[in-house]
C-alpha cells in the first residue's frame, strides 16, 4: 500500500508523489551524513552559521518522519573529529545546536517514544552540550521506539584504535588469549556495541565519501548520495533513498 506524505511543507512537496513503499522492508538502521549546510548559506549570502540553524528544522522532520515509518535506529552525523579545525565561532554554534535542538524539542521525542544516544568521544565536549546531551539522554531512556543516535565528536578511525586499545590491556592482562579476538569481539568494544549496523547510508551535497564515518560499520551497507544539500533535504528525498534500498539486490558477498 503507497504511504501518504503526511508532512509536506511547500507546494512541490505537496505535489510529489508518493512512492509504493514496502513497509517490511524498511531499513532497521539508517545513517546520514548531513552535508551542506555551509553551501547552502553561501549560496543565499548568509553565514555558515545560518545554514546550520536550518539544518536543525530538518533533522526534527526527518527524525519524526523515520520514526512514524518504523525504522528502528537514525545515526546523524553531528560533529567530527576533524570539525574542530574549522574557525571558532563555527565550531562554538554547532557545540550550541545540541543545546538548542534538545531544549527545543525534547519534550515532541519523548512524546514519539524516541531514546537518544550518542557515540563519540563526550568528554571533551563543552559542559553546556554534554549537560544537554546527558538529560535528554536520561528522560528519554526508558523509550523503545526509534534510537536517535547522534555521533557528536565522532571518528571512526579514532573509535578503532580506541577499540584495539582495549582489546590488548585485556590481552596484556592475560584476561583475553590473541586467538580468541573475532570480529564479533572487536565489535563488541566500538561505540555502536549496542546497536544494529546500519543497512542504509545517506549522504547529502553531492559528495561520496564517507568522510571518517562508521567504516567499519558500514561494511555491508547500502549507500544512497543526493546533490541536495541538508538545509533543503526533506520528507520526500528520505522516502526516495528508502525506496531505492528496497529495489536493491543485497548479496552480503553471495550471488
Known amino acids: 500500500m503507497p504511504i501518504k ?9 505537496a505535489e510529489a508523489q508518493p512512492l509504493g513503499l514496502d513497509h517490511t522492508h524498511l531499513p532497521k538502521h539508517v545513517a546520514i551524513i548531513m552535508d ?39 545515526t546523524l552525523y553531528a560533529f567530527s573529529t ?12 554547532l557545540m550550541k545546536l545540541p543545546v538548542d535542538f534538545l531544549n527545543t524539542y525534547l519534550p515532541e521525542l519523548i512524546e514519539k517514544n524516541v531514546q537518544v544516544r550518542t557515540i563519540g568521544d563526550f568528554d ?7 549537560k544537554a546531551v546527558q538529560e535528554a539522554i536520561e528522560r528519554t531512556k526508558d523509550n523503545d521506539g526509534l534510537v536517535l543516535n547522534f555521533a557528536l565528536n565522532y571518528g571512526s578511525r579514532f573509535e578503532m584504535v580506541h577499540a584495539v ?21 572487536f565489535s563488541s568494544e566500538l561505540y555502536t556495541s549496542e546497536l544494529i549496523e546500519p543497512d542504509l547510508l545517506i549522504r547529502t551535497s553531492g559528495e561520496q565519501r564517507l568522510s571518517n564515518f562508521l567504516l ?5 551497507a547500502e549507500f544512497w548520495f543526493t546533490e541536495v544539500y541538508w538545509p533543503d533535504f526533506n520528507e520526500s528525498h528520505f522516502e526516495k533513498a528508502l525506496y531505492d534500498f528496497q529495489n536493491r539486490k543485497r ?5
Open 5 to 13: 506524505f503526511p508532512f509536506a511543507k511547500t507546494k512541490k512537496q
Open 36 to 74: 551542506g549546510n555551509g553551501r547552502w548559506a553561501k549560496n543565499r549570502g548568509m553565514p555558515r552559521i545560518a545554514g546550520h540553524k536550518e539544518g536543525m528544522g530538518v533533522v526534527k522532520r526527518i527524525v519524526s518522519y523515520a520514526s512514524d515509518l518504523g525504522v528502528r535506529v537514525l
Open 82 to 93: 576533524e570539525n574542530w579545525k574549522r574557525p571558532k565561532n563555527e565550531v562554538e554554534f
Open 124 to 130: 571533551v565536549l563543552p559542559p553546556h552540550t554534554k
Open 165 to 185: 586499545r582495549q582489546i590488548a590491556e585485556k590481552v596484556k592482562e592475560g584476561a583475553l588469549d590473541p586467538s580468541d579476538i573475532s570480529e564479533e569481539m
Open 216 to 220: 567499519w560499520q558500514l561494511a555491508y
Open 251 to 255: 548479496r552480503f558477498g553471495g550471488v
